[in-house]
Every structure is written in structure tokens, then in C-alpha cells.
């Protein structure tokens, strides 16, 4: 009976203390429901691509031989005249005996013509003013060559400014008239006459060989066709925009019987997709810059999307029941679920959280959502989008400075920020891909262009937020020519 009793009296009393225990856990352990506003929607101007200036260079060449032809269709039949005996007893006329020659190097035209000198002397003769005035006259035909140098640059006002130098070179023997007894070398008579009008002559070329290279044209054809949208992928109807703003050419130079001139189209160079875009050409040309060192750098800029619904799910796959602890175990928070959208110039991240913290014998429990904000940016080495400075919003901090401080001061901000990555490298990849093809495939883009390059390098550019997407730009840098068909003619 006394043992009976003793028994009955300790069950009662380890109920006592195992209740008195559950109601001293149910008082230290405190729970607390989180339930921030979302950040307040800030209203931005639309995020505005900017490209990276280009230089695309147009290569135009025509052949001397061209030109050539042109001055002698020009330049023909009697090139000088005097007829006036009276002045100083000499007649002469110079004709073109034979078609020019053309050379050119570097920058420089040089030009051999042959030229055929008709001379008529007249010789008198008094013996005293009362005698018979003695008079004969005697023709000669002689030939000598002209030869012209000149040398060629480029104005701002697109025209080809020539300046030459002439001067000539007698045949084989100089001119004599033998008039009765007398022989009379002309050479002093007609080389002043001929040295006047070598310079007369050079003009006259110069103005020719200005006419005949138009280089105004060439540049306003290239200025007017890249203009127009290039279509790169019918799939995907793609475009390649190239919105020029200055133009430099390279010096005009000659070599292997061309003349050779690069123009520089400084460009905006921009892909876009989902149809033709509506371009309005600016057909005024810019003034002229020769440049020495032109260059066909360019920078293209590809750009991947990604939606916030798209993005979200790839989150939901990097952070849905995933478990984070902190402080030894101490702390510990297990996001449930996760939405991601765009506020102004960050983005914002929603978790559904639930967590706690112990200290003792007490613990802390929490519930709900927590809002972070984050600047995005271009990861170069992994080709993704991802996160810095990572940080509670103001209305989510108040919450957790009040009701769960110890996440507010653990590191769970800085654990979001190292998880976040959002992949844009297939997208970057086929961005390359196509436009690699296009410039190795060099297949006429339209029926005037040609475009012919290579793209050596992918450096990340700039991250816009959309109200419904993330917009990832690199630069595609390389080499770009474009070929205008039909366009290297005199």
C-alpha cells in the first residue's frame, strides 16, 4: 500500500514538472508574423539603349587607266596659238601630237604628253632707209613631251583639289629656221612662250582631273544606302541598324594602277529584332575629315531579354526550399517561395520566409515575406546577370528591427546577393553567332550592300530595366567594311 502510494506520488509529480516545463517552453518561445508593404513603384523614364560609336569603312578604288582615258577624250587639237607675226617676227601653234600617259603613285599624278610645235620666223633685212626692205619667212615643225606632276588632297567640301607643276623637254635637236643665209635657233624664242603656258596647261589639267574624280558621290551613296535597315535573320527578324554621324576617308593614294580611298562611316551600330524598324535617313553630309590612321573598329550592340516571370522561375529553382543558417546554427531561415520584379533602376526580390533564432531556452520564431532591392549587373566571366548591393527595403528593415533583428544583422542579405545569377550566355552566344554568319557568309544583305568582318571579342556593356524585363547589352568589337555594289566608277 506505502509503496503503491510513493509510486503514484512520483508519476504525479514528473506530470508536474513535465507541464510545468511545457508551459516554460510555450513562454520562451515567441512568434512573429512579417508582413511588409512592396517598395513603392518608382516611375523612370524608359530605359534608352546607348550604343558605342563605330567606324565602318566603305573601300572605293577606280582605275587610272579610267581617267587616263578621260583627259585624252578632253584634252585635244590645238592646245596654243599665235598668229601675230608683227610683235616678234614668230608664229607658233601647239597641238597635241599623241595621247597622254598616266602614272600614279602614292599621291601623285604623273603625266607625259607629246606635243608638236609648228614655228613660222620671219627674217628682214634693210640695207638703208631709202634701200628695198629684204623679207623671207620659214616654217618648222618640231616635237617636244610635257611632263606634269600632280599631287592630290581632299577638302571638307568633298572636292579633289590637284595642284601641278608642269614643265617639258625638247626632242632630239632643238628648232632652227634657216631663213637665206641665216640660221636662227628658236629655242630661246619659244621657250619663254612655252614656259608661260605650262603653267596654263597644268590648270587646265588640274580642273580636269577634279571634274573626273567625284568623290561627293561616292561618299553621299554610302552615307544614303547603310542607312537603311540590313536584314540579318529571317527567323528571328532580326536587323542590323547603322545610324552614321561623321565621315573620314583616309588620304587618296594610288598603287598597281588604282586609286584607292577608304571612307569612314562613324556609325551607331544596333541589332534589333521582331520586324523591320522605321528609319528616317539623315541625307545631309557631315564636312569632310581626312584621317591618316582610320580605322574599322566596331562595337555592336547584342542584347539579351529576360522576363521577371522567366527570371523568377530560374530563382524559384536557386532558393525554394533552400535553408540558410547562421551563427553556428543559431539563426535559421528557409525561403519558401521567391518573386522577382523591376523598380526604377534596381530590382526587387520577394521571399516567403519562415525562420528562427535561439538564445537559451528561449527562441524566436518568424513568418511572411521580406522584400530585398539590388542593383543588376553583367557578370563578364559567367555570361549572367546577377546582384550587388543587396539590402533590405526601408518598410522590411523597420519590420525586422522590431520583431526579428537577428536576421536584419546576420549575413542573409549578403547570402541572397552570392546565390542570385540569372544566365544570358545562350542568348549572348546565338547573338554572336548570327552575326558571324552574316559576316562570314558576305552575302548581299540588300540589293546595294555588302558586308564583310569579323567579330573578335564579347564585352559586357549595361543592364536596362524594363517594366517587364531585364535587358542585358554587350559589345560585340571587331572589323566591319561594307561593299556598295556598283560603286568604284569614274
Not at 506505502?2 to 510555450?26: D, H, N, S
Request: aromatic content about 6%; some cysteine.
Amino acid at each position: 500500500m506505502i509503496a503503491y502510494t510513493v509510486k503514484a506520488i512520483f508519476k504525479l509529480f514528473i506530470k508536474t514538472v513535465l507541464a510545468t516545463l511545457l508551459v516554460f517552453a510555450q513562454g520562451c518561445t515567441k512568434f512573429s508574423q512579417l508582413n511588409p508593404q512592396a517598395p513603392t513603384a518608382i516611375v523612370t523614364a524608359p530605359a534608352v539603349f546607348a550604343p558605342k560609336l563605330s567606324t565602318i569603312t566603305v573601300p572605293v578604288s577606280f582605275k587610272v587607266s579610267a581617267l587616263e582615258e578621260k583627259l585624252n577624250q578632253q584634252i585635244t587639237g590645238i592646245l596654243y596659238q599665235d598668229d601675230n607675226l608683227e610683235d616678234d617676227n614668230l608664229k607658233v601653234t601647239v597641238v597635241k601630237a599623241g595621247n597622254l600617259a598616266m602614272q600614279a603613285n602614292g599621291d601623285k599624278i604623273y603625266l607625259t604628253m607629246p606635243l608638236r610645235v609648228s614655228a613660222t620666223g620671219r627674217w628682214r633685212w634693210e640695207a638703208c632707209k631709202m634701200c628695198p626692205r629684204l623679207e623671207k619667212t620659214e616654217s618648222t615643225t618640231f616635237d617636244v613631251i610635257v611632263k606634269n606632276e600632280s599631287q592630290l588632297t581632299l577638302t571638307e567640301n568633298y572636292q579633289v583639289k590637284s595642284t601641278s607643276t608642269s614643265d617639258f623637254e625638247w626632242g632630239s635637236t632643238k628648232p632652227v629656221l634657216t631663213l637665206g643665209p641665216l640660221k636662227i635657233g628658236l629655242a630661246s624664242f619659244i621657250e619663254p612662250s612655252l614656259r608661260a603656258q605650262m603653267q596654263t596647261l597644268a590648270a587646265q589639267l588640274d580642273r580636269e582631273v577634279q571634274n573626273r574624280i567625284k568623290i561627293k558621290e561616292y561618299v553621299q551613296q554610302a552615307w544614303n544606302q547603310v542607312q537603311q535597315p540590313i536584314p540579318l535573320n529571317k527567323e528571328l527578324d532580326a536587323w542590323l541598324i547603322i545610324t552614321p554621324q561623321a565621315i573620314k576617308v583616309s588620304p587618296l593614294t594610288a598603287s598597281n594602277g588604282d586609286f584607292l580611298l577608304q571612307i569612314g562611316l562613324s556609325s551607331y551600330l544596333q541589332t534589333v529584332t521582331n520586324g523591320k524598324p522605321q528609319v528616317k535617313p539623315n541625307l545631309i553630309l557631315p564636312p569632310l575629315v581626312t584621317d591618316n590612321q582610320l580605322k574599322n573598329n566596331i562595337q555592336i550592340g547584342v542584347m539579351g531579354e529576360i522576363s521577371y516571370s522567366h527570371a523568377t522561375t530560374i530563382l524559384k529553382q536557386q532558393l525554394t526550399n533552400k535553408q540558410f543558417s547562421f551563427a553556428d546554427g543559431k539563426d535559421q531561415v528557409t525561403v519558401h517561395d521567391v518573386a522577382l520584379s523591376g523598380n526604377g533602376d534596381k530590382l526587387v526580390v520577394m521571399l516567403d520566409v519562415t525562420g528562427h533564432t535561439k538564445a537559451g531556452l528561449f527562441t524566436k520564431n518568424i513568418a511572411g515575406k521580406i522584400f530585398l532591392q539590388a542593383v543588376p549587373y553583367l557578370d563578364a566571366e559567367t555570361s549572367s546577370v546577377r546582384v550587388r548591393d543587396v539590402d533590405f527595403t526601408l518598410d522590411t528593415k523597420d519590420q525586422l528591427l522590431k520583431a526579428a533583428s537577428w536576421l536584419a544583422k546576420n549575413r542573409f542579405a549578403q547570402t541572397i546577393e552570392e546565390q542570385v545569377s540569372l544566365p544570358f550566355k545562350t542568348q549572348l552566344e546565338e547573338g554572336h553567332k548570327l552575326l558571324q554568319q552574316n559576316l562570314d557568309n558576305a552575302s548581299r544583305l540588300n540589293e546595294s550592300i555588302k558586308l564583310t568582318g569579323q567579330i573578335t571579342e564579347i564585352v559586357p556593356d549595361a543592364i536596362y530595366l524594363t517594366p517587364t524585363s531585364i535587358k542585358a547589352v554587350v559589345n560585340a568589337k571587331g572589323n566591319l567594311s561594307a561593299q556598295i555594289i556598283g560603286f568604284s566608277r569614274l
